[in-house]
């Protein structure tokens, strides 16, 4: 990006139900490149997550772990943030559903305007609900008569409920997906929405009584109801920067979002619901979804089920979290799923982090401290980040932007062999100085461009070189 452009990045919120594990890691990791990206490149930058607190499910859990769910949820929160603290996750704001103050004025703000636009009906309604998936589903959806999610019974319930007439949006939204307004990322996932788009929106049920679900933000004029799912968490990315607060001036800054990233399986909710909410308020709506594959392990979803799941901290403490930053950009292909097992994990720590980026550091430092008399001041026009680079971050595309930094670490590695600096030294210093000289530069680019990355081992690299040493341990010591 050539000018500063505010740069607002969402993950989705996450569900308080269990402990997260590696997929969930993914997505804040994900945003969190994004975010650090945008940062050094000088955008202002607001990166936003947080929880999704008011799913009846909650209830449930609390009352089995005989605890108050307002406890139960904060215990859960604390487990959350320190995980994201472990992934070095430089969010601003981590914004919780429940939280009357900062998120529920934003909810009501929203809610208002749809019903001001005529957009919000009460209907007597029949349906088929999960109670796992917390969801309505028409016959279509089912599978084999189930739940498409869980493959269990529906039960029909019927009720009282507000429902949003999202069918009037249908060909608007569709209007803005195929125009690239709302750019869906990528295309496979823009023709999937588009898809849906074709056979039509329903309207959808956008509370329910209080009688069933005591938990949750009240409907604006009706104690008897509370919102349900939609207006109450998608409503999050505006509540965060103060939507419907006495201070709106972050939502003047930040909104419309660059980009919300989601995983595959809540496309539609961000596709279709929240455009057709925001239209309906007469907000913008975000530039950019992006769209993740799911992580799997032996070729499966992971889930606790399968016994699969892999945790982020068990990793953490045995390669670092850094390895588990450069896994995820390197190895998952962002658009579709991607495998990470225990043994493709070693395998790319040994082949990426030791021999690559911890030995090729070893190897110039120690050269460049044997054999140069002051550390190399980096010029200016050697800390320019490389074009392609730059457009795979524009693209969103963090697994192409980290391979162009592995190739000119393997370009390096090559140059070092073909110069061959530390015999040259011996019999032409200035020769073999200067070609030092130079792969202390080029090293410096690596660093540079790892930073979104790998924040910890892009300092260490920069103080490397900045004091002219080799770091005093290998970055990575290889696993056998
Ligand atoms: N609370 C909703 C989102 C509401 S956003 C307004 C929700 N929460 S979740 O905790 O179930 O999932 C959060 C995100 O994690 C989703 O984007 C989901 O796709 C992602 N992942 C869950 N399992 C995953 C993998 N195995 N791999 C990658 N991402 C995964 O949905």
């Known amino acids: 990006m050539s000018h500063a452009a505010p740069f607002y990045v969402t993950t989705p919120i996450f569900y308080p139900n269990a402990e997260l594990h590696l997929g969930h890691a993914y997505a804040v990791t994900v945003c969190d490149i994004l975010a650090r990206y945008h940062r050094l490149q000088g955008d202002p930058t607001y990166f936003l997550t947080g929880a999704d607190e008011n799913t009846s499910k909650v209830i449930k859990a609390a009352n089995e772990l005989n605890k108050e769910p307002r406890q139960h949820l904060d215990d859960i929160v604390s ?39 005529g957009d919000i009906e009460k209907r007597s309604y029949k349906g088929l609900y999960c109670p796992s998936c917390e969801a309505f589903y028409t016959e279509k959806d089912l599978v084999e008569g189930k739940c498409p999610q869980h493959y269990i019974e529906l039960e029909t319930i019927e009720e009282e409920n507000y429902f949003f007439l999202l069918s009037r949006y249908t060909q608007a939204i569709k209007e803005k997906i195929e125009s690239g307004e709302l750019n869906i990322i990528p295309q496979t996932r823009k023709n999937e929405i588009l898809s849906v788009l074709k056979d039509g929106l329903q309207d959808v049920s956008f509370s329910r009584p209080r009688t069933k679900v005591p938990w949750g933000i009240p409907v604006p004029g009706d104690n008897a109801q509370v ?5 109450d968490a998608l409503s999050n990315y505006i509540s965060a920067l103060g939507y419907g607060s006495d201070d709106e001036s972050l939502y003047e800054k930040f909104w419309p979002a660059n980009v919300h990233v989601v995983g595959k399986d809540i496309l539609r909710f961000h596709a279709a619901i929240w455009p057709g909410m925001l239209l309906s308020a007469g907000l913008p709506l975000p530039q950019n979804i992006l769209v993740t594959g799911l992580i799997q392990s032996g070729g499966k979803k992971m889930s606790k089920s399968l016994g699969n799941v892999i945790s982020p901290k068990e990793l953490i403490d045995e390669y ?3 390895a588990l930053r450069a896994y995820f950009a390197k190895e998952i292909s962002l658009f579709e799923d991607g495998e990470l097992n225990r043994e493709s994990f070693k395998a790319s720590f040994n082949a990426d982090l030791a021999n690559g980026i911890g030995n090729l550091t070893s190897r110039v430092m120690k050269m460049a401290e044997s054999n140069l008399d002051a550390p190399v001041v980096i010029p200016e026009e050697n800390k320019v980040w490389s074009e392609e680079y730059k457009k795979a971050f524009e693209e969103f595309n963090i697994k192409k932007a980290i391979d162009v930094v592995f190739e000119s670490i393997k370009t390096i590695d090559t140059a070092i062999q073909d110069t061959q600096p530390f015999k040259v030294v011996k019999t032409d210093p200035e020769k073999g100085k200067a070609l030092i000289a130079d792969l202390v530069i080029r090293l410096y680019g690596v660093a540079q461009h790892l930073a979104p990355f790998m924040p910890e081992t892009s300092r260490k690299i920069q103080e490397a070189i900045a004091s002219n040493k080799m770091p005093s341990e290998s970055l990575f010591m290889r696993k056998d």
């Open 79 to 117: 487990s959350f943030k320190a995980l994201f603290a472990e992934l070095e996750s430089s969010h601003d704001q981590f914004i919780r559903t429940s939280d009357e103050k900062v998120h529920w004025p934003g909810a009501v703000k929203l809610w208002n305007k749809l019903v001001e636009k």
């Open 227 to 231: 919102m349900y799912v939609w207006c």
């Open 320 to 322: 670092g979290v850094e």
